[in-house]
Nanobody, 124 residues
Framework: QVQLVESGGGLVQAGGSLRLSCAAS????????LGWFRQAPGKEREFVAA????????YYVDSVKGRFTISRDNAKNTVYLQMNSLKPEDTAVYYC?????????????????WGQGTQVTVSS
């Protein structure tokens, strides 16, 4: 079992930055694929960024490429999402997720463990 706890959300003006953190506890964090997803009101949860267990495969949704960066620190059992040049359309609840050996690291339904979510609100 893996427990995930996100932090770092908040209210920021358009063009600003936030760094989300997700601390993991439980089983072998370093062997898991890690992802960030988001869900805006009235919309389905969508993929934002993900990396495989060794960090050699990293993917981003097109709308955040060049603005968001996913990274992991296995020594701290933590995954990060650095978000720069934030836009109002980035407003959502952001979730981190972890899973062993997924067929695809960008699919919501491949992830076994989820955090509780952290709200990110970008004002115009």
């Amino acid at each position: 079992q893996v427990q995930l706890v996100e932090s770092g959300g908040g209210l920021v003006q358009a063009g600003g930055s936030l760094r989300l953190s997700c601390a993991a506890s439980g089983r072998t964090f370093s062997s898991y694929a890690l992802g960030w997803f988001r869900q805006a009101p009235g919309k389905e949860r969508e993929f934002v960024a993900a990396m495989n267990w060794n960090g050699l495969s990293i993917y981003y949704v097109d709308s955040v490429k060049g603005r968001f960066t996913i990274s992991r620190d296995n020594a701290k059992n933590t995954v990060y999402l650095q978000m720069n040049s934030l836009k109002p359309e980035d407003t959502a609840v952001y979730y981190c997720a972890a899973t062993p050996r997924p067929a695809s690291i960008v699919r919501v339904d491949e992830y076994r463990y989820w955090g509780q979510g952290t709200q990110v609100t970008v004002s115009s």
